[in-house]
């Protein structure tokens, strides 16, 4: 087998199926056609074909997700290429493992400005991890056998794989993943056992510890959610989660605080701030998280374990880093941490949750629905608890304030289970996460919680998931509004919306119908509860319209460039702390 | 603590890269997306039968900017190395400029006289013109190339610096 003469395109497959790849999202055009021709005389690989390109690479960032698997994209040269550009940024923001095959031009007209010509590793260069161009067949099987261990090793992201038609068209030979020797990309697991032990000490002594904890956490698999779980309940220790994290210790556990950052909880962001000890488990301290840097969490001891050595100290000077991967370091800070017989300070440790208790007591979240109009969070919470106790549910969202609820009002108790836009922040991420998610799981509830500014940017998908039959439910909270931007416009800029209202907005219902969906609608609170349930029945996609607040904010708020403990509760705070001219330049 | 309260200072760092298409435009996009400073860059395959090259980078920054351009340097998939011949261990550097100098009469002898203190050697000589090749540290250069203005300075190209660890080890 190994030495029989195979086409390109025929070995790129046989690299796809030896490295467990079972479905890939693409699009073909004419760079592609040898390799879709060569899908076509096969039953290994399942194709999803998407309507536009970036939908191609959001559904396999929510196959990614949601599975632990590399997600894979097949589109063609040029414009095919710079439309899943946007994909590809997101993944590498989001460390999300995907290998995009981009179709292009045969390599003698590469450079002639050819027909659906674009320099697509010069593109792509910044917004991947790594790329390549394959220029002669006998390289295709090691490069796609490297592309992959690159997307999934260390902390992972996106590889393009350039295949110029010639390429794909030559004869040659495959060789399988265990006969290709990968010198290259190696990175560290294991973390340095010193660097634990102090780290295992300075938790042991702490007085106002806190865990913090990212996307990383979930990168590095369920077992590491699990020892995180196990860990902070041997300390008893306050536990909080980025936006990224969330699912990576469960919701409902007493010790957690809820997300922290921009719109996270007041006693989480309260704890950062106040704590003494901080340990950040495979987050990366961004502009979301920290506020302004120079009061972050002044008074910390902060230690950091991250699987990339940039990671650290690149915002926030930390005292211990640990560079590994996170289940592996967890795993030893348990063993250290029981051997040693850690014994916390208790006494302590019960003034810092009391003092925790005092500001949960703020109760941050509150909201009060009252009156005729749906409020988006209730809407949400209504959905969690329709669902919190179903099977195998996962959501995913688009960007902006219906984000920002679903973190907050959604428990997730799993990894995995929790699919957005962080780093990037892409509108229209959620609709194909969604499409992407359930292709990975035929058999689950996969809720889109959007909004609709977002699902509009990559609304054309609705047409896959009719095509493939995708049961997918997009629970839309129509404000008409980019409610984000309307919510700083309103707190920066004098209430002038400028361009952020949405006319001309598609009837969602009749929009679900041309698509072969279901359209429902809610317009009173009281709707809300039967067209949960009436969706939940529903076997097909689904685009339930909940008309909600047009006006409501996202609080809590730390806003752009202000620290932690200045942070805006709800509309009566934000008169009293007036935003400054520094921190509008910010985003 | 912001990084702006720290000094800047400048760090040679030595790079061995895999020689392959689009290596040098990875390593140049990381300092140009990331906002990093380039003072000088040379590269040149080193090693044939391994297909490595090497890449001397002169850069400045606060010691938390040169840790990061350190470390996103070394998560690039074709980079082997990364060595901050600054700070880890001495080092000896180099480079090499030729410096074209026109005119005549009593400035065409003096360029000259200054070019032997300078142990600069005459590449090429017209009557109105010599090219004259100098190596050593960028400061020397430097000087050598200010002195030369007055004299009728028409032309410079410069090497960049090349670097290596004093001792026994290798990159």
Known sequence: MANQQMTGSEILLKCLVDQDVTEIFGYPGGAVLPIYDAIFNQNALRHILVRQEAGAVHAAEGYARSTGKVGVVLVTSGPGATNAVTGLTDALMDSIPIVCLTGQVPTHLIGNDAFQEADTTGITRPCTKHNYLVKTVDDLARTVHEAFHVARGGRPGPVVVDLPKDVVQAPGVYTPPNKIKLKRYDPQVKGDLKAIKQAVELLAKSKKPVFYCGGGVINSGPAASQLLTQFVRLTGYPCTLTLMGLGAYPASDPQFLGMLGMHGTYEANLAMHDCDVMVCVGARFDDRITGKLDEFSPGSKKIHIDIDPSSINKNVRVDVPIIGDVAHVLEDMIKIWKSEQAKPDQKALKGWWKQIDEWRAKDCLKYTQKGDVIKPQYAIQRLYEATRNLDDVFITTEVGQHQMWAAQFYGFEEPNRWMTSGGLGTMGYGLPSAMGVQVAHPDALVIDIAGEASVIMNIQEMSTIAQYRLPVKVFLLNNEYMGMVRQWQELLYGGRYAESYMESLPDFVKLAESFGAVGLRAEKPGDVDGLIKEMLAIDKAVIADVKVDKLENCFPMIPAGSAHNKMLLGPEDKAEKPVTEDSMVLV | ?171
């Open chain 2, 1 to 171: 603590m912001t990084p702006k309260q720290e000094t800047e200072n400048a760090h040679t760092i030595a790079v061995l890269v895999d020689n392959e298409p689009g290596v040098l435009a990875r390593v140049t996009g990381l300092f140009s997306g990331r906002g990093y400073n380039i003072e000088s860059l040379t590269v040149a395959e080193v090693s044939n039968e391994e297909n490595l090259s090497r890449i001397t980078i002169v850069t400045s920054g606060t010691p938390m900017i040169i840790e990061q351009i350190k470390a996103q340097l070394s998560r690039l998939v074709p980079i082997h190395a990364v060595k901050d011949l600054t700070i880890e261990g001495p080092s000896v550097e180099r480079e090499l400029a030729l410096v074209k100098v026109g005119g005549s009469g009593e400035k065409r002898v003096e360029s000259l006289r200054i070019a032997d203190i300078f142990r600069a050697r005459v590449l090429d000589s017209t009557n109105e013109s010599f090219v004259f090749e100098i190596v050593g540290d960028t400061g020397k250069l430097s000087a050598f190339i200010e002195l030369m203005k007055p004299l009728g300075l028409v032309d410079v190209s410069r090497t960049g610096v090349v670097a290596i660890a004093r001792g026994t080890e290798a990159l």
